[in-house]
C-alpha cells in the first residue's frame, strides 16, 4: 500500500499560498523540508506540485526507464500545428528516439564535462563584474539570463 505524500493544510481557493513567502521563497521550502521531510504536496491554486529534496529521489525521478515523457498542454498546442518534433514527440514516436539519439550524447555527463573550463570564464565574469559594480543595484535575473545565454553561446557554438 503506498503512503500518501505529506503536504500543508490547503485554504479555499489559494491552496497552500500562504505557505510561501513571497520575500523569501526559498525559505519558505526549506521550512516545508524540515516539516515534511524530502518530498511534500503543494497545491496553489489548484495546480498539485509535488517537491522533492533529496538526490535519491531526483535519481529516481529522472531514471528514464521508469517514467514516460508527458506533453503538457502548450506542447500539445504547438503539436498540433508543428507536429512531432524535438520537444513535441512523445516516447513511442520514431523522432523522440531520433532526437534523444542526438542530444543525450552532446549533453551527456562527458560532454558537460569538457565544456566546464568555458562554464567556470563565463561564471568567473559575472563575479568580477558584480565586483566592480559592488555599490549598485545588481538586476540578478537579468544576469543569470545573460549568464545562460552566454554559456549556451559560448559551449554550444564557440561564440
Known amino acids: 500500500m503506498s503512503t500518501p505524500i505529506p503536504q500543508p493544510h490547503e485554504r479555499f481557493l489559494i491552496g497552500n499560498l500562504n505557505e510561501l513567502d513571497s520575500d523569501f521563497p526559498l ?10 521531510g524530502d518530498i511534500y504536496c503543494l497545491n496553489i491554486f489548484g495546480s498539485r506540485t509535488i517537491v522533492i529534496c533529496s538526490q535519491e529521489l531526483v535519481n529516481f525521478v529522472c531514471d528514464q526507464s521508469k517514467f514516460d515523457k508527458t506533453l503538457g498542454r ?7 500545428v508543428a507536429g512531432d518534433g524535438l520537444f ?16 543525450v550524447p552532446a549533453f551527456g ?15 568567473s565574469q559575472l563575479i568580477l563584474r558584480w565586483h566592480h559594480f559592488a555599490e549598485e543595484e545588481i538586476d540578478v535575473c537579468d544576469n543569470f539570463t545573460r549568464l545562460t545565454l552566454d554559456t549556451i553561446a559560448l559551449c554550444g557554438f564557440d561564440y
Open 88 to 103: 513535441t514527440a512523445r516516447t513511442s514516436e520514431p523522432n523522440w528516439k531520433l532526437a534523444h539519439n542526438i542530444l
Open 74 to 80: 502548450p506542447i500539445e498546442e504547438i503539436r498540433s
Open 27 to 36: 525559505g519558505s521550502f526549506l521550512k516545508l523540508h524540515k516539516l515534511y
Open 109 to 123: 555527463p562527458h560532454a558537460i564535462r569538457s565544456m566546464f573550463p568555458q562554464m567556470m570564464d563565463i561564471a
